[in-house]
């Protein structure tokens, strides 16, 4: 990105002016990058374009928001923020939240050392990766009648808990209590039901994953400790969302806002902006559809949670999984937000961001409210993730929200040509990273190269005060889809 | 020199894929757009034409139409668990009917790569150039 069109308000941010360059015209609020140099340099020119439409919808507030890790995306960035008032007109996006609605991370504790696991890591990668259904075609063992879909769909986590896919315990430790509230499954069409029909607890493909890790670094020991978390501990991260029947909600909902948009009076700089107005029958089912779709990506990471107890309970019998913490990172959510002074409600859409309530936010459990909220970054297959804590609230940066992931920097082409799975493997097995996968190209087109380096990426989101980092987290077995 | 038509090709797009069909007609274009769609998941020439799918779309223009015929695809593929190989395509205005070949997914002879989530309007286009072809494309999520 052309860093002349910007105006750098601190070392880590980086605003793009209503009307200062013909692509920011009609711009209602600025455009706020935060990022470093080298991070906001590295960004495609789109992800310019893309902040200052955002900034363009009807009823945004304070400022269109870009994260460290943004790139382009579809209509909005993905990286990016942006919050709606309802009452001045404000509008809700399908395309602002994605297709993979609810997209999330993960975390659970093992209580074990990796010491405890270097003698059983291949029978545990092996056996992960026989009990998770992952990649194309895969199919889960559970099948739902429709009114049990309607209760997952009204239920998420808790519905999956009720089933006896976990525990009580776990609620606490999932945004939203595990329970999306507003769901309206009946919202939702038969075709994103049919589906779903096959596909609980399956991990998909793409950049999703299930990974064993280890705490290999600790930057905070205060926070790290109310975490629960010490280096050399062994813990479990899953990244995946609501499989086929948020990508179906995401490409139903988008059409018809393109399509009626006209109708709704808002003018689209571009179709993939498409939204409605929060006070519209399309918005109101929209949001009806979508916290459904984040009740099925809740319920399909706590199947998945199960199955990892499981494998963990036949392998190494000293185990408990709880949880640490379980984080979306495609959603729009109604909040309060304190703006210019006034506190109003809003609904923020984060699209590639995740939230990140600071201390003392009253929807965290109590055993976290004095360190914040705990959130999981997912780096590439090979790389790293990191575990970071949101901040106080006087402090709070883009409605509390920071960074996703890596974001990758090469195309899925340019990594096949480069890479072959099989080399992958082998080299990450020889550096003592076990890769189980369906799919050798799959590998390739996920090659650790083919991302953006994810610690840059949190060192910015630390430095421009959106979350702390607490621990880095390095990967031991990874089962990807 | 210009490549033989039709053809389908990809096109870079930051994280995800674009995919391009190019034909002599728009159902042309249409047809080979859906294989540039079934490539990004697995080769589609390893894709036995054994089980045949009718599916038909309209919308309210052309370049919707192309969003909606592979996401047609898309959702018919993750229901079925299925890959397509071959397409046929006919197009009257904005409405489409169409028969998708193809077979069941075989993890070890198809060697899926990815899922396709759905079609995108990013870089959606539906256009005839000057010399005649048609050209549709846009970009997926995967």
Not at chain 1, 236 to 263: D, N, P, Y
Not at chain 2, 62 to 84: G, I, S
Request: glycine share 10%.
């Amino acid at each position: 990105m052309d860093t002349s069109k910007l105006v750098r308000r601190s070392e880590n941010e980086w605003v793009i002016e209503p009307d200062s360059d013909p692509r920011a015209q009609g711009m209602r609020v600025p455009g706020v990058i935060f990022a470093t140099e080298t991070l906001v340099r590295e960004m495609d020119e789109k992800v310019y374009e893309q902040v200052a439409n955002v900034a363009k919808l009807p009823g945004i507030v304070a400022a269109s928001y870009a994260m460290p890790d943004a790139h382009w995306g579809y209509g909005f960035p993905i990286g990016g923020v942006a919050a709606f008032d309802p009452e001045a007109g404000g509008v809700v996006s399908a395309g602002g939240v994605g297709f993979d609605i609810s997209c999330g991370v993960r975390c659970l504790h093992t209580q074990l050392k990796s010491a405890d696991i270097e003698s059983c890591k291949t029978l545990l990668a092996d056996a992960l990766y026989a009990r998770i259904p992952a990649g194309v075609g895969s199919t889960g063992a559970i099948r739902l009648s429709p009114s049990e879909m309607d209760s997952m769909l009204a239920g998420g986590a808790r519905w999956a808990v009720d089933r006896g896919w976990g525990s009580a315990e776990d609620l606490e430790r999932i945004e939203e209590r595990g329970c999306m509230a507003g769901a309206r499954p009946e919202a939702v069409s038969e075709h994103a039901k049919k589906r779903q029909r096959d596909e609980m607890g399956t991990l998909g493909s793409g950049n999703h994953y299930l990974e064993v890790q280890r705490v290999a670094e600790v930057f905070d020991e205060r926070i790290a400790r109310a975490f629960g978390l010490a280096v050399d501990d062994v813990v479990v991260s899953i990244h995946c969302g609501s499989r086929g029947l948020g990508h179906q909600i995401g490409t139903e909902f988008l059409r018809s806002m393109a399509v009626e948009a006209k109708a709704h009076g808002i003018a689209l700089p571009d179709r993939e902006l498409a939204c409605a107005p929060l006070a519209s029958a399309t918005g109101q089912n929209y949001l009806g559809a979508m916290r459904a779709a984040i009740n099925c990506a809740l319920a399909n990471r706590q199947i998945l949670t199960h199955l990892t107890r499981q494998v963990f309970a036949d392998i190494l019998p000293a185990a408990r999984l709880p949880l640490l913490y379980d984080v979306s990172h495609n959603t729009c959510k109604v909040e309060e937000h304190v703006v210019d002074g006034r506190k109003r409600t809003l609904y923020v859409h984060r699209k590639g961001a995740t939230r990140a309530f600071g201390p003392g936010h009253p929807d965290l459990p109590a055993a976290l409210r004095e360190v914040g909220q705990p959130v999981l970054i997912g780096g590439s297959m090979g790389t790293c993730s990191y575990v970071l804590a949101g901040v106080a609230s006087p402090a709070e940066r883009a409605f509390a929200s920071a960074c996703h992931g890596a974001g990758r920097s090469m195309s899925r082409h340019e990594a096949t040509r480069r890479w072959h799975g099989r080399q992958i493997v082998d080299e990450l097995a020889h550096r003592g990273v076990l890769i189980r996968s369906p799919s050798m190209r799959g590998v390739a087109e996920e090659a650790p190269g083919a991302y953006k380096d994810v610690t840059a990426v949190v060192d910015a989101a630390d430095a421009a005060g959106l979350a702390r980092k607490v621990a880095r987290l390095d990967p031991i077995i990874c089962i990807k889809g | 020199m210009a490549r033989p038509v039709p053809y389908w090709e990809h096109f870079e797009h930051g994280a995800d894929i674009g995919v391009r069909g190019v034909g002599r007609t728009l159902a042309q274009a249409f047809e080979q757009a859906a294989l540039a769609l079934a490539a990004v998941i697995a080769d589609p020439a390893t894709v036995a034409a054994t089980t045949a799918v009718d599916v038909a779309c309209e919308a309210p223009d052309v370049e919707l139409l192309l969003a909606d015929w592979l996401n047609a695809l898309v959702y018919e593929m993750q229901v079925r668990k299925m890959l397509f190989g071959r397409f046929e395509v006919s197009i009257e205005g904005t409405r489409l009917a169409a028969r998708a070949w193809g077979e069941a997914v075989d993890v070890a002879r198809h060697r899926p790569a990815v899922e396709v989530k759905g079609a995108t309007y990013t870089r959606l286009a539906v256009r005839q150039l000057d010399d005649g072809r048609w050209v549709a494309q846009c970009v997926v999520d995967v």
